[in-house]
C-alpha cells in the first residue's frame, strides 16, 4: 500500500490520505513527491472540484521525516518538498484538512494554504523549528503572525511550544473541532462541489490575489536559509539527539 493513498467520490471530491502511521506519518521525500504529483492533476482535471488531505491512524503527521533530512536534505528547487510547498501555494481548487493527532512542522504550515481546516478534539500543533536549529517554512513566517499577531507568532516560533485544537480554532487557523473531522470535512467538501465550480476557482483566487506574491517571495527567502540550516551544526545535533532516542 502506498504511503499517500488517493481517492476520488463521485461528488468530486479528492481525498490525499497520509498512510505511514507506524511513523506517525512523517514525511518523506516519496510522499511529498506523491502529494505534488495528487494536487497537480487535481488542479488539471475539470471533475474534481474540491482536495482533502487527511491521514490514516491517530496522527496527522510528525513532519518531514528526520532521517530523510539528514540523508536527503532538500536544497534545491527540484526537490519534492519544494515541489510540494509551490503545488499548495499555487492549488487553485479549495483545499480542505482534516487533522487529527500530532501536526508536526510542515503538518501545521500547510494548514496556513488550506482554505478550510476542521480538527479533532485530539490535535496539537507545532512548528519545532527553532528547536531543530531550522528556521520556519512554507511561508509561515509571513503567514503565521499575519494570522495570529506578531508576538503570539512569535512565541511560538521562537518556543517551539505546541496548542490546542481550542487555541488553533480561536487563532482561525481551524473553522471547526469535531471527533468525526472526516466526515464533517467530506461534507464541507460535498457543499463545495455542488457550487458553480468556475464561480468556486474564481472566489479562491480573489481571496488569496492579495497576498499571493508576497508568500511566494517569503517561500523563497525561507527555503534558502532552510537549506543552509539544515546542514548547520545546530540542526545536526537535534536530528541526532531525536535519532538516537529512537534508538536508530
Ligand atoms: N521522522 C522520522 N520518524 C519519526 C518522526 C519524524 N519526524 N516522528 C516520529 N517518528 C517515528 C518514531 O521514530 C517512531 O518510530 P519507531 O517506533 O520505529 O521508533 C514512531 O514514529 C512514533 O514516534 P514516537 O516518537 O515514538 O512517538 P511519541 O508519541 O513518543 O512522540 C513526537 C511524538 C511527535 C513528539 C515525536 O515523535 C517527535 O518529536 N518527532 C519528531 C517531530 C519533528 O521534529 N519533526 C520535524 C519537524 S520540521
Redesign the pocket.
Known sequence: MSDVISKKSDEGVLTLTLNRP???N?LTREMYGALATGLNEAAGDFSIRAVIITSEGD?FT????????MENPPTNDDSEVAKFLGSILNFPKPLLAAVKG?A???GTTMLLHCDVVLASPTANFSM??T??G?VPEAGSSYLFPALVGYQRAARIFLTGESFSATDAKEMGLVTTIATDVLEQAQLVASQIAAQPPQAVINTKALLKASKHDAVEAVMKAEFQLFSMALQSEEAMMAFMN?MSK???
Open positions: 507506524t511513523k506517525m512523517a496522527h510528525a513532519g518531514n521525516d528526520i532521517k530523510d533530512f500530532n508536526v512542522g510542515v519545532p523549528f528547536s531543530l531550522l531525536f529512537k534508538g536508530k
